[in-house]
């Protein structure tokens, strides 16, 4: 962020969605799936790095952080790593990743009574740290997704459905932030 404060003086919309997403985006989602941040303040010091970003654009200071994402059409990190998460538990459905244990995401076929085909079984944790791990966490995001998303055909159908899925989802219950 410091190498496009220094080097650019002005930085419109397009200039800058183009350095963010090829030069600050690929460092706040590397492992995405294996590093996810906990605790509130490692949240809140990535998000931190986004928020700052945005301020760069003169037009949008005045704006709040959420407004500011929405005019320049970026979702928040914390909405990525969801969406990342629930893509990855796609691929391993779909045999496109190789899992080395394959009980860690056991299908629930023989009680499920409503919902898609491929709803996931979530196993009781004790302890904290097994509640964040990638296959409990990723549990209740897969099993709300609907039919028509989990069986999509490819992963780019997949994704797109999911994009719309989870924005009609956020209108309905915040028509705020859009």
Known sequence: ??????????????????????????????AVSV??????????AVENVQRRATNLLKGLKDLGYQQRLFSLGL???????????????????????????????????????RGHNFKLEKRHCRLDIRKN??????????????????NAETLNQFRSSLNKFWKNEETKFNPSCY
């Open 35 to 44: 590093w996810y941040p906990i605790l509130k303040k490692d949240i809140r």
């Open 75 to 113: 979702p928040s990190l914390e909405y990525r790593r969801k969406r990342y998460d629930v893509i990855q538990v796609y691929r391993i459905l779909q045999g496109k990743d190789i899992v080395v244990n394959k009980e860690m995401l056991k299908s629930n076929t023989e009680k499920r009574t």
């Open 133 to 150: 791990n990638f296959s409990i966490r990723v549990i209740n995001n897969w099993n709300s997704l609907p039919y028509y998303v989990v």
């Open 1 to 30: 962020m410091g190498l496009i404060r220094r080097t650019f003086t002005e930085i419109n919309k397009e200039m800058f969605l183009q350095l963010y997403k090829s030069l600050i985006h690929p460092h706040l989602e590397y």
